[in-house]
């Protein structure tokens, strides 16, 4: 089969075009035949192996995972013998990290759910990662509720464009920070306020918020407090990609060191894959409240390009691959 080979950290010129074995699922796997998959800055750290300080997570002297991708919807071609829920022909979407730039993945049952059926394969390929992020930010972390005030800066972007509709389902009031090119976008997905960063400082309006959900990270702990009521909650949700050891470390140890003393929630969290909540997005899909915005598609070996693309930090909505 085709792939995207990796086999050293750095830029995406690392990246290689090359035909590989097919994968052979074992009992509880599934064997998909992957139609389409995205890019996240998550990809992106693998990548790189940035920060430095994650390498034992990525993998010390080199990428752990060969075939980089998460995110893959697909067909299912076939199944181990311990595999229940899907069967061969099945259109079926999730997460990974078996590796899904490539024509086939073998991925575990549980990371499997029916594709939505209103959605092509890109449109699906766009959701897994970027939306249980989206959906945890705003109802675990966040625990949002009707009538609530949240800001999402980074509205625009692959877990933006889905906060802003998860937000507006959970019945919050949503105002999106966005450059000026994604003003309009960031409307019609639902946010009721849209604040143009070039233009105007979120932090310095007069207006509180129950939830900062903060995609970007730009703007310093004391900044983001000004605009939380006083037990609102700042949700750290970016990895700072510009601090090549640490990423968003020190950041984030600031802010646990000063959370315990003051009355508003300073927090962070990583997003988990999980069964029920690939299923909890499907609903809100083929409910018609949660749509994917596509910002634009590569072929398969074109993978190197999409990361060039992703890496200027201005995707609006999610960069997918075709395969
Ligand atoms: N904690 C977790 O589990 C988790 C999971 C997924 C992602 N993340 C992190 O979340 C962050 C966002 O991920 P993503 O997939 O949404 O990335 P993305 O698709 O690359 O989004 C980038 C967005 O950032 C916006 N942006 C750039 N500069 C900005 C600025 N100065 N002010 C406001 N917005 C600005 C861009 O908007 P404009 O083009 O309009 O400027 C763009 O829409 C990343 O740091 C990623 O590592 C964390």
Redesign the pocket.
Not at 156 to 160: I, K, L, N, R
């Given at each position: 089969m085709k792939a995207i080979i990796i086999d050293r950290y750095g830029k995406p010129d690392v990246l290689r075009f090359e035909e590989v074995d097919k994968p052979v699922p074992d009992d509880h796997e599934v064997l998909v035949r992957v139609r389409a998959s995205s890019v996240?800055?998550?990809d992106w750290h693998y990548l790189t192996g940035l920060p430095k300080l994650f390498r034992p997570a990525f993998g010390v002297f080199r990428p752990k995972y060969r075939i980089l991708g998460a995110d893959l919807a697909g067909q299912v071609e076939a199944i181990g013998k311990d595999v229940t829920r899907v069967r061969p022909g099945d259109e079926v979407y999730g997460q990974t990290t078996a590796g899904t730039y490539a024509e086939y993945a073998t991925v575990a049952e549980a990371e499997l759910a029916p594709k939505p059926v209103n959605l092509t394969f890109e449109q699906a390929a766009a959701v897994p990662?970027?939306g249980f992020?989206a959906l945890q930010a705003i109802r675990d972390q966040g625990k949002v509720q009707p009538g609530q005030k949240v800001l999402i800066?980074?509205a625009?972007?692959?877990?933006?464009t889905l906060a802003v509709q998860i937000a507006r389902s959970f019945g919050a009031e949503v105002t999106g920070?966005?450059?000026t090119?994604?003003v309009d976008m960031v409307r019609s997905i639902g946010a009721n306020h849209v604040i143009d960063?070039t233009r105007d400082d979120f932090t310095s309006s007069s207006q509180l918020y129950n939830l900062v959900l903060d995609?970007?990270?730009?703007r310093s702990l004391s900044e983001y407090r000004r605009i939380l009521e006083p037990k609102g909650t700042y949700l750290a949700?970016?990895?700072?990609p510009e601090n090549r050891w640490l990423g968003p470390l020190w950041f984030l140890a600031r802010m646990s060191v000063l959370s315990p003393f003051v009355g508003q929630k300073l927090t962070?969290?990583?997003?988990k894959p999980t069964t029920e909540d690939l299923h909890a997005l499907t609903e809100l899909i083929e409910a018609g409240t949660l749509t994917p915005v596509v910002d634009r598609a590569y072929p398969l070996r074109e993978v190197p390009d999409a990361f060039r693309y992703?890496e200027r930090?201005?995707?609006?909505g999610?960069v997918v691959i075709t395969i």
């Open positions: 996240n800055p998550y990662l970027a992020t800066n980074g625009s972007g692959g877990v933006g920070v966005c450059s090119s994604n960063y995609n970007v990270g730009n949700c970016h990895g700072q962070a969290f990583v997003a992703l930090w201005h995707a609006r999610k």
